[in-house]
């Protein structure tokens, strides 16, 4: 069992940096892969970026935010980032961490057992 505790969020102007935090707890919490996703008001939820377990840290990442996100781990820590760059209006929603207890990364959010309760972050224009 994994209990994810979002933060970080918050409301930023267009062009601004943004990191949001993922804290899990439980011991073989690098064994797992780890996912953000977003959801925009009246939107469905969706994948963001991803990073694999077992200490191999494959990434992977939406289209719409390659080279402008980056995700990372600190399994010392049990913590999972992303860092948000050049943020735009587009980008708000609240943003959501989760987990799967297996090492491979993936995109879908059916394919996640965890989640935290998420956080906002607003980009105004």
């Known amino acids: 069992q994994v209990h994810l505790v979002e933060s970080g969020g918050g409301l930023v102007q267009a062009g601004a940096s943004l990191s949001v935090s993922c804290a899990a707890s439980?011991?073989?919490?690098?064994?797992?892969?780890t996912g953000w996703f977003r959801q925009a008001p009246g939107k469905e939820r969706q994948f963001v970026a991803g990073?694999?377990?077992?200490?191999?840290?494959?990434?992977y990442y939406a289209d719409s935010v390659k080279g402008q996100f980056t995700i990372s781990r600190d399994n010392a820590k049990n913590m999972v980032y992303l860092q948000m760059n050049s943020l735009k209006p587009e980008d708000t929603g609240v943003y959501y961490c989760?987990?799967?207890?297996?090492?491979?990364?993936?995109?879908?959010?059916?394919?996640?057992?965890?989640w935290g309760q998420g956080t906002q972050v607003t980009v105004s224009s």
């Open positions: 990073i694999s377990g077992w200490n191999v840290d494959i990434t």
């Open positions: 439980g011991r073989t919490f690098s064994g797992y892969a």
């Open positions: 989760a987990a799967r207890p297996i090492g491979p990364l993936a995109t879908k959010s059916d394919e996640y057992s965890f």
